[in-house]
């Protein structure tokens, strides 16, 4: 935060564009003793501020690919825990159902390129799909960005929000409460989570997996759909059929959850490290257009001093002596 602060800061010295500077270079003829001198300050001044700000970008992409990392590893072992769910009662984003929670998952930062934007877009686009006369949709928001996105035109969807996940290191006992706090203060049919997937530095997949409620299951397994394979196991011990889909649909609900909100945070440092890989880039062609302005104006100073002491050497010679 104490980065993005002096990032900012450095930022608005910089407002003015960089085309003004040669309107700030005033001619000779009308320019008052030391406007030349002046107008050279404004630009070392701003070759300053580029500088700094080309420091912390550099040292924003070096934090971001050590985070991205040690959480990469750990996003690709979690793709093992909601792919057997997927097998066994699949992912059906197609099941129409009354209630409908759109669950977005987003960062609590900024300065990530457009991972978040694009996590809300897909979300507003689940609930004006799932909307209707007898439908209800509710929105859960993971993370600060998709929060301040979404309270603006639809606060009265908003179910329940939550912040600072990242702000220590995430393990499965913190997101399984996480998603049991969730199940207990959301009435749900079918639990819709939207996140990032993550491919690489410079590739992330927007992803919605859908968790349906055990009524659910079990109307679709009754009514011989896609899931009418379930009756075909075996029930063993004492529990019932509704107590062993009430089971797997938690604990299918919280890996899920894991897996969405660790391979967030490997897309959130990639498109971190993209965006701070391209700003420092930027400042160092801004710094090479301000580099060209200041040797200029500066060499023009330089001629205009000269032009002036052999005019007034000149001036002499016709004296006598």
Known sequence: MAMAAVLR?????????????????????????GSRSISTQ??????????????????MKMVAASK?????TRAENSRGLWQPFTAL??????TDVKKNVVV??????????????????????LHKLNSG???????????????????????????????ELQKNPLNYTQVSVLADDI???????????????????????PTVSTVLSPEVIEREAESGGKLGELDSYEIEGGETKSEILQNLAEFQFSCVMYNAVLENACSEQGARMSAMDSSSRN???????????????????????????ISGASALEGFPG
């Open 42 to 59: 404004v630009v070392r001044n701003r070759m300053k501020s580029v500088k700094n700000i080309q420091k912390i970008t550099k040292a």
């Open 283 to 309: 400042a160092g062609d801004m710094l090479d257009r301000l580099t060209l302005t200041y040797n200029r104006t500066r060499q023009a100073s330089i001629t205009t001093e000269l032009i002036e002491i």
């Open 183 to 205: 199940l207990k203060n959301v009435e749900y049919d079918a639990l819709r989570i939207v996140f990032n997937k993550f491919h690489s530095v410079v590739q992330f997949l």
């Open 68 to 72: 991205l990392r040690a959480v990469q």
């Open 133 to 163: 006369p007898d439908k209800e949709t509710k929105y859960v928001i993971l993370g600060e960005k998709a929060k301040a996105q979404l309270v603006r035109d639809s606060k009265k969807d908003i179910e329940l929000s939550l912040t």
């Open 9 to 33: 800061r450095e930022g608005r010295r910089l407002t003015q564009p960089i085309n003004a500077l040669h309107s700030s270079l005033i001619s000779q003829d009308q320019a008052p003793h």
């Open 104 to 125: 977005t998952v987003s960062s609590d930062k900024g300065l990530c390129g457009g991972i978040n934007s694009t996590s809300v877009k897909i979300s507003r686009v």
């Open 89 to 94: 009662l699949g992912d059906n984003p197609s």
